[in-house]
């Protein structure tokens, strides 16, 4: 691993895995302004693949194909990530198309986007969970961005121009500090020099100070959605926590896996779905943002199960606030959460979006290990502690229900 700055700052770390035959890169702008409009920032990313002054967007696509180069955006609400997996051999036009796309994409198509955007959401609101799940967000998150849900990007799209897309873009060219990870049998020093070369003309990396508020604090609230044709109730309940780097990280990732991320062997499914036949679905989820993380529980059950279900969730809550974890089920957590750790950095590109990931969030590229070693030294007491700290009577509760 080999950390350097661009000749514009950017930020970047080359890892080099021998014998492999492709590389991946993973290059990422920090958002530090809301969206004037909810949607704004995600109809900003599906266009930026709509063509360049160079290529139409036909062009870009057979050009992609015939090279078998896989090269997507990605909008998080804190930040824009460009990644591209190329064979080895071809990893210098990749990198002069990302160039090109960056500097150059003119975000054709700007209408029939946005009625595609608008057909697919609505589309997507026609689940169930979907629909509990977005007033759960726009609650928990009530007139902050991070609250900009599908329902709330429906009602202010048609606001969205296209001047405002290509304004939005342009700030965060702009005003962004800016961070690259690349993973794959290419030597560093050769690698620097094309990136030197091809990204020169991004706009320097800056640490500019971020306009997105920490969200306020919740009060408990219970919100629901009366759809007379749903077959199930669906439940979520969550509680605001801190985020990645806070010292209950790796607390909260093992109350999660402990819950009920760990499938079958949840506590959450075991008692829920096994023992008292209340679930078609649970699990729980711990959802991080640069500034504010949520963690939730979620059960799919019958109608005539709500109350039952809401009971469950409290009961099992209430377990892991006043009852140690067994040492062997805190291990068992542990060995989860370690084994996918190595799961999902697996190939190249796994790799180079995570160390991608960790620096965007001022961490350092390798900060997975770091993890990893906190994992480790987490004990029942601590958990209990975390469990008693967080899981208040300071929750939503969002219910969709006929």
Known sequence: MREFELENGIKTCVKENKNTPRTALSLSFTISTPENHAGQYHLMNRLLLKGTEKYSSEDLSVLLDENAIELYTEMK????????????EDFE???SLLSDIILNSTFAEFEKEKAKLKGELLAELDSAKLKVSDLFTKTMY???????SFTRILEEIDNITLEDVKVSFENILRNSRKILAIVGDMDSNAVEVLLNKFLKDIPSSVDIVSEITEPADIKQEYVEIIKDDAQQAQIIQGWKVPTIGSEDYPKLMLLNVILGASGLSSRLFLELREKKGLAYTVRSSYETHQKSAVFSIYIGTEPSNTETSIEGFKEEIDKIKNILVSDEELQNAKNNIIGKQQFITETNSQQANLMSYYSITGKPFDYQKTIIENLKKVTSEELKECANKYFTDDFVLAVLKP
Request: hydrophobic letters at 40%.
């Open 93 to 95: 036009l990749a990198l």
């Open 77 to 88: 609400y804190d930040y824009l990530r460009f990644r591209f997996v190329a064979l080895n």
């Open 142 to 148: 009530r007139d902050h961005y991070y609250g900009h």
